[in-house]
């Protein structure tokens, strides 16, 4: 069982009935409190009505994972009833409609074929009705308290009593209730659940007057009627320095303190809320002398994007575009335009599980392969992964100065699950972003060969209009002026010094940047991306157990750090592969890489992100000797 500064909270509804901005009032609550946060979405891709839910993680620890234990969840509909209930541990608690407790399992219309036949034959085992109150009566009968409370009638008795009649008839403001019934149940000061609406409704005053006091009506309720929950959480020291952060704000923040001027994308979940925070916020004042104008532009598809922001970046300006599978694959003809004609952009890819439309509104580490390979012939790129919000931030600015520097492309590696976070982290310091603008000239006198044959392989960068800096680009192979040329000696000799670019950055990009060791011992763990949140709290709960195991997070996945990775893995006996992902893809580069494989993969790709919980659970088989090469996790509803 969970203690009370370790708990994790759910709260669920239909799609547009308000969950998200619930889910951000607790945690804003909660963060304000000291406490640490990490929160996650799941929400189906259609606009309104199908199944959304958050979980909130909160602790007086540093976290960064969710776990698959439920302590409270507020339901204020029938499906999150129904999906929901047996996540919830003994002991823990159940706010939910009590209006809802009679509806049936095929009269929940959103609920799909394959989970009501699932459901059914649950409740038949168990000899209960079809109903919610069958599901309730289970989780009772196995020690979760059940809180009932009718939304509708607390509505009802509180518009009597501020005799406002309009309050009636708002479930809208069911995900507040929902929000502060918990509040109150756990008996947290209501100063921070109000001041937490005022700053997530800050541009809706009136709103913001309305919900509020819906809000300390509903928790004076809760607390009143349900006094007597374990579970209490009480203000704790803060840390100084925290911020509360949801996931693509790591990105955009770091575009703007790293000089990102032009950003042209086209909407696609979930990269869109990157492209909408730059757009809100296009003139910010980073620091003296660093302005964080950036123009934001909607196009009309992804090939024009593209287009637009190697246009950008030919004017010398920093440009990026950001988007999810689909949207880069109609990229990828202009990647290897950009890559032929050395220009240096930035491409930030929000994956999310494909093929094709795939999982539109969920996660998975699908697109690793597709990126490294992208676009027809050969050309070099970077390819570089961030494994949570912080580091997106600082990496971000990283991946505008490869750019720069080494004048390729690259493609910085994000995904749904780190978009849809809500998270505490230190206070982000734009004073540790540096500016490494390359071979970018200011001034040229005399002759000038944009792609002069130099021993590094990177030529001198003219902008678009400099005083001397005439320069061809165009699609095909050409010689150190940009004219095309089709000679076979000069084809060599350009194909090398585009390419030799690649060994230079291995060369020169800092090891700790290229990958990061959390120690090795017998058993190491090898992965990528946003599977490295729960790692670390796995072999964080193993640690308590006095069990050892190493982990080495790859950032820069192209080109490999061959020799340096092997340096790391040298004393590890066994290696596990864990990421999202059906093939296991980062162990087909250390295939080809190491020539030697992982002896375990631990994989998901169910749509949902992995916790910490599920990953703890399957190195325990692998340390017990009870697991098969190839683990396969299915946690999530």
């Given at each position: 069982?969970?203690?009370?500064?370790?708990?994790?909270?759910?709260?669920?509804?239909?799609?547009?009935?308000?969950?998200?901005?619930?889910?951000?009032?607790?945690?804003?609550?909660?963060?304000?409190?000291?406490?640490?946060?990490?929160?996650?979405?799941?929400?189906?891709?259609?606009?309104?009505?199908?199944?959304?839910?958050?979980?909130?993680?909160?602790?007086?620890?540093?976290?960064?994972?969710?776990?698959?234990?439920?302590?409270?969840?507020?339901?204020?509909?029938?499906?999150?009833?129904?999906?929901?209930?047996?996540?919830?541990?003994?002991?823990?608690?159940?706010?939910?409609?009590?209006?809802?407790?009679?509806?049936?399992?095929?009269?929940?219309?959103?609920?799909?074929?394959?989970?009501?036949?699932?459901?059914?034959?649950?409740?038949?085992?168990?000899?209960?009705?079809?109903?919610?109150?069958?599901?309730?009566?289970?989780?009772?009968?196995?020690?979760?308290?059940?809180?009932?409370i009718s939304f509708r009638n607390v509505l009802s008795t509180m518009a009597d009593e501020a005799n406002n009649p309009r309050l009636k008839g708002m479930?809208?403001?069911?995900?507040?209730?929902?929000?502060?019934?918990?509040?109150?149940?756990?008996?947290?000061?209501?100063?921070?659940?109000?001041?937490?609406?005022?700053?997530?409704?800050?541009?809706?005053?009136?709103?913001?007057?309305?919900?509020?006091?819906?809000?300390?009506?509903?928790?004076?309720?809760?607390?009143?009627?349900?006094?007597?929950?374990?579970?209490?959480?009480?203000?704790?020291?803060?840390?100084?320095?925290?911020?509360?952060?949801?996931?693509?704000?790591?990105?955009?923040?770091?575009?703007?303190?790293?000089?990102?001027?032009?950003?042209?994308?086209?909407?696609?979940?979930?990269?869109s809320d990157e492209s909408v925070y730059l757009e809100s916020n296009e003139i910010l004042e980073v620091k003296e002398n660093r302005p964080g104008s950036?123009?934001?532009?909607?196009?009309?598809?992804?090939?024009?994007?593209?287009?637009?922001?190697?246009?950008?970046?030919?004017?010398?300006?920093?440009?990026?575009?950001?988007?999810?599978?689909?949207?880069?694959?109609?990229?990828?003809?202009?990647?290897?335009?950009?890559?032929?004609?050395?220009?240096?952009?930035?491409?930030?890819?929000?994956?999310?599980?494909?093929?094709?439309?795939?999982?539109?509104?969920?996660?998975?580490?699908?697109?690793?392969?597709?990126?490294?390979?992208?676009?027809?012939?050969?050309?070099?790129?970077?390819?570089?992964?961030?494994?949570?919000?912080?580091?997106?931030?600082?990496?971000?600015?990283?991946?505008f100065n490869y750019a720069d520097v080494y004048q390729v492309p690259v493609i910085h590696m994000m995904d749904k699950f780190l978009a849809s976070s809500?998270?505490?982290?230190?206070?982000?310091?734009?004073?540790?972003?540096?500016?490494?603008?390359?071979?970018?000239?200011?001034?040229?006198?005399?002759?000038?060969?944009?792609?002069?044959?130099?021993?590094?392989?990177?030529?001198?960068?003219?902008?678009?209009?400099?005083?001397?800096?005439?320069?061809?680009?165009?699609?095909?192979?050409?010689?150190?002026?940009?004219?095309?040329?089709?000679?076979?000696?000069?084809?060599?000799?350009?194909?090398?010094?585009?390419?030799?670019?690649?060994?230079?950055?291995?060369?020169?990009?800092?090891?700790?940047?290229?990958?990061?060791?959390?120690?090795?011992?017998?058993?190491?763990?090898?992965?990528?991306?946003?599977?490295?949140?729960?790692?670390?709290?796995?072999?964080?709960?193993?640690?308590?157990?006095?069990?050892?195991?190493?982990?080495?997070?790859?950032?820069?996945?192209?080109?490999?750090?061959?020799?340096?990775?092997?340096?790391?893995?040298?004393?590890?006996?066994?290696?596990?592969?864990?990421?999202?992902?059906?093939?296991?893809?980062?162990?087909?580069?250390?295939?080809?890489?190491?020539?030697?494989?992982?002896?375990?993969?631990?994989?998901?790709?169910?749509?949902?992100?992995?916790?910490?919980?599920?990953?703890?659970?399957?190195?325990?088989?692998?340390?017990?000797?009870?697991?098969?090469?190839?683990?396969?996790?299915?946690?999530?509803?």
């Open positions: 069982m969970l203690n009370q500064t370790d708990i994790s909270w759910l709260i669920g509804g239909p799609q547009g009935s308000g969950v998200e901005s619930g889910a951000n009032i607790f945690s804003r609550a909660c963060a304000a409190m000291g406490y640490e946060v990490f929160g996650k979405r799941e929400f189906y891709s259609n606009i309104k009505g199908e199944h959304s839910y958050f979980v909130v993680r909160i602790s007086s620890n540093a976290i960064h994972s969710n776990i698959n234990d439920i302590t409270m969840m507020a339901a204020f509909d029938a499906e999150t009833v129904f999906r929901h209930t047996d996540g919830v541990i003994k002991n823990g608690a159940i706010i939910y409609d009590s209006d809802l407790v009679a509806t049936k399992v095929d009269e929940v219309h959103t609920l799909d074929d394959f989970f009501k036949e699932r459901l059914v034959k649950y409740l038949d085992s168990k000899n209960k009705p079809h109903t919610i109150q069958g599901i309730l009566d289970i989780a009772q009968e196995r020690g979760v308290n059940l809180f009932p479930v809208r403001m069911f995900n507040v209730l929902g929000v502060a019934f918990s509040l109150g149940v756990f008996g947290m000061p209501p100063e921070t659940l109000l001041s937490s609406i005022d700053v997530i409704f800050a541009k809706k005053k009136a709103i913001a007057e309305l919900n509020k006091q819906a809000a300390n009506y509903a928790y004076n309720y809760a607390a009143a009627k349900f006094p007597n929950f374990a579970n209490h959480l009480k203000p704790i020291e803060k840390k100084s320095g925290n911020l509360l952060v949801q996931g693509y704000q790591g990105t955009a923040l770091g575009k703007m303190a790293c000089g990102c001027r032009f950003q042209p994308y086209y909407p696609i979940t979930p990269a950036t123009v934001v532009v909607q196009t009309e598809d992804e090939i024009s994007a593209m287009g637009m922001t190697i246009g950008g970046a030919l004017t010398g300006a920093r440009s990026a575009t950001c988007t999810s599978g689909p949207g880069f694959s109609l990229m990828a003809e202009a990647l290897g335009w950009a890559g032929i004609n050395e220009v240096p952009i930035v491409i930030t890819l929000y994956q999310r599980s494909g093929p094709s439309t795939g999982l539109p509104t969920r996660h998975g580490q699908d697109d690793l392969m597709c990126t490294v390979y992208a676009g027809h012939g050969e050309f070099p790129k970077i390819v570089y992964a961030s494994g949570d919000i912080e580091e997106s931030f600082y990496d971000t600015g990283r991946c809500v998270v505490t982290c230190k206070r982000f310091d734009s004073d540790k972003i540096t500016i490494n603008r390359g071979k970018l000239l200011d001034k040229i006198e005399g002759e000038y060969k944009r792609f002069e044959l130099v021993p590094d392989g990177i030529s001198p960068r003219s902008k678009l209009g400099l005083e001397n800096g005439i320069f061809w680009n165009t699609g095909d192979e050409s010689d150190e002026y940009g004219h095309i040329s089709e000679d076979p000696e000069l084809r060599i000799k350009m194909m090398d010094k585009r390419f030799s670019k690649l060994d230079y950055a291995l060369d020169t990009i800092p090891k700790e940047e290229q990958a990061v060791s959390f120690g090795v011992f017998d058993y190491c763990v090898i992965s990528w991306g946003s599977a490295k949140g729960p790692i670390l709290d796995a072999i964080d709960m193993l640690k308590k157990e006095n069990i050892n195991i190493g982990f080495i997070q790859i950032k820069l996945l192209h080109p490999f750090p061959t020799a340096y990775v092997k340096s790391l893995l040298k004393n590890a006996k066994t290696i596990i592969d864990i990421e999202a992902n059906q093939t296991g893809q980062l162990g087909i580069l250390l295939k080809q890489n190491l020539e030697q494989g992982p002896d375990y993969y631990i994989l998901k790709y169910t749509g949902r992100a992995m916790t910490s919980t599920e990953l703890y659970d399957s190195l325990k088989n692998i340390l017990a000797n009870k697991a098969e090469k190839r683990q396969v996790l299915t946690h999530g509803a």
